[in-house]
Every structure is written in C-alpha cells, then in structure tokens.
C-alpha cells in the first residue's frame, strides 16, 4: 500500500509503528513480506472420533525451542533477527494459547527484509476480529507488500492425505458472512474501500511463485490447491458440520487465517495463504440402530458387542497419533524449505 498518514488513522496504529521503529534498525523497519508462521497448538478440525491432534509447536519460524521442528533449515538462513514482544507494542493483544510465541520478528531472508508474526490472535480467545487483525494491518503500515499466511488444517477433500501442502485459492467463511468480519465499523480509508472484493484475495501470481518453488524443490506431488473453510472454534467441529462444508466445496478447515486475508485485501497487499494438512476429518456415517437390532434379532452379533468393537477400533486409530506428528514434522521442513524460496525468487 501507499505511504500512509498515521494522523489519519486511530492513535493506537502510530502508537505501534513507532513503538517498532524505536527498537527495530532502519534496514529492517520497512521489510518487503510479511509471514504469519503458525506456532502452537492446531488450527485444525480433529476427525469426529479420532482426536489425533494435540498441542504440536512445529511452525516455529525461529526454532528458538523446538529442535525437533524440522525447521531450522529456515532459521539458519535469517541474519539481524531482532525480536518485539508483543506486550511492548500498543494495541497488540496478547495470545492466551498455550504453545503460542508473542513477538514479531524481523530479519534479513538472504539480503531481502522480512517480518514475521510469531504467534496469531483468534476471535475463539474473546478478541474481537479487528483486534485479531491489528497485527496485519501495522505490518501494512511498516510497508510490507506481501504477505504469506500458514495454518495447520484438518483436509475436508478425500484425495488429501496428512502432509498435503494446500494452496488456498478461496475461502469459505461463515463467521465473516454474518457476523465477525474484521472491517465491521467505520471504515478505514487510509487502508482500503469501504466495499473491498475478495474473490481476487488470492493473488494468482504468488500462487505461480509456490507452484515454481515446488517445482524447483521436488515437492510439486505434495501440493494441491483447495478452499479453506474459517470456522470460529474452539470447539472442533460435529460431523454434520465437517459433512455440510465439504458439500459446498470445503476441502481443508480450520480457525485462522481468513481474517488475516481479509484485513490485507483490504490495505491492498497481496496475498498467499498455505495450510499444511495435519489430520483427515473422517466423515463417518452414523451408527444404524435398526441395522444393528435388526442383525441381532436375526442372530447376529449382539448391538453392545458392535458399539464396544466400533470404540476399540476408534482408539486403535487415535494411537497413530505418534506418526501424524512425525508427518506433520516432515513435511513443516518442506513448508520452511517453500516459504524462504518464494522470498528469494520473487520479486514484489
């Protein structure tokens, strides 16, 4: 977006842009992109019976505390990294999620400066949805004019498996439909119209830069492109919840993200959105009573004998917990490995 005159926004937007540039060095103060790296427990949907995921800190961008992340490919290659915790800026929020770093990091990604949020804000938490977007639209005023945006998301889409890579080219968004969109309020002119579009939100040509990256990196098998559905949490979703957004085109869920997007269409950066698939929501079919009553009558197997079978077999399933975690780490390596390419080799 064009330089902008704080004076004309809300006082607590100057207030954090000059609270960054008093502490962050001049070379880093304007970076180029933006990143909200995913760190802590999942934006993810759990499958209705098979609560395979816990709290998991792979998307760490620094690999400040978790060696096993996969990811210090990526933070190897950060130089000058200077770190604002987000209690030092005003109108940051700060997150109550456990496992969420709170700071903004900027840094040099080759010669190219970048910002990243470490750690993300989410209306499940009680903040409203401009508070969730605050930290967006002051990465705007810092003059980003990029912005790439990680999730861990449950895969609606059958043909997805655990570590597809998902470009999101859509969303499908209930909360911001009827009651939690992020510009509800005056509208900010210095970011944006008050009527912004957001069926070019995902920029096609940021999407080139994953696909070529995935290209040049081998991983092309493991990207697919799909809608992200944005629903509010926390609570994970029923099965006719995760049943209803798969029939209208849903092919990942999660609880982040479209926020984000929306607050950055609106000050006119460009966009790229990515979620890593960490579990499959299974759609089961729901149990049969009659069926089963019906069976025993007929001298089947007794209802109470299946149901405790259909629990056991369920728990056996929530045991590969171990090796969903594995995938998830793997493939965050990959996830790194995509991210600091496009920075490289993209021209913004």
Not at 86 to 110: C, D, K, M, N, R
Not at 287 to 299: L, P, R
Request: hydrophobic share 45%; with cysteine; charged share 15%.
């Amino acid at each position: 977006m064009s330089k902008v005159d704080l004076d004309a926004l809300p006082p607590q937007f100057k207030q954090a842009v000059e609270a960054i540039r008093a502490v962050v060095p001049a070379e880093l103060a304007s970076p180029k992109w933006g990143i909200i790296w995913y760190v802590g427990p999942l934006d993810t949907s759990l499958s209705p019976f098979l609560f395979l995921i816990a709290d998991l800190a792979f998307f760490s961008l620094f690999l400040l505390y978790d060696s096993g992340s996969g990811l210090s490919g990526l933070a190897s290659t950060l130089t000058s990294v200077v770190h604002v915790p987000y209690t030092s800026i005003p109108g940051f929020a700060e997150s109550t999620v456990a496992g969420h770093t709170s700071s903004l990091a900027f840094g040099f990604l080759s010669s190219i400066p970048v910002v990243a949020c470490l750690g993300r804000f989410h209306t499940y938490e009680g903040h409203s949805a401009s508070t969730c977007v605050f930290p967006t639209r002051v990465l705007a005023l810092l003059g980003i004019r990029a912005l790439i945006v990680t999730n861990a998301a449950g895969g609606l889409n059958p043909s997805f498996s655990v570590g597809t890579i998902m470009a999101i080219h859509d969303h499908l968004s209930l909360p911001t439909l009827t009651s939690m969109n992020p510009l509800i309020g005056a509208n900010l002119d210095a970011f944006g119209p008050r009527f912004p579009p957001l069926s070019n939100a995902y920029s096609l040509d940021l999407r080139l830069a994953l696909y070529r990256a995935a290209q040049k990196l081998n991983l092309l098998p493991s990207l697919a492109s799909g809608t992200y559905a944005y629903v509010l949490g926390p609570s994970y979703e029923s099965r006719a919840d995760a049943n209803f957004l798969r029939s209208v085109g849903a092919d990942a869920v999660g609880m982040s993200t479209v926020p984000e997007v929306i607050a950055a269409t609106h000050a006119g950066i460009k966009v790229l959105a990515i979620s890593l698939i960490t579990n499959n929501v299974v759609l089961h079919d729901y149990f049969d009573f009659q069926k089963a009553i019906e069976q025993e009558q007929n001298g089947g197997e007794k209802v109470e004998e299946t149901i405790q079978k259909l629990i056991a077999k369920d728990t056996q399933g929530a045991a590969n917990h171990e090796e969903v975690l594995e995938a998830g780490k793997a493939r965050a390596e990959d996830m790194s490995r995509l991210v600091a390419e496009i920075v490289r080799s993209t021209d913004v």
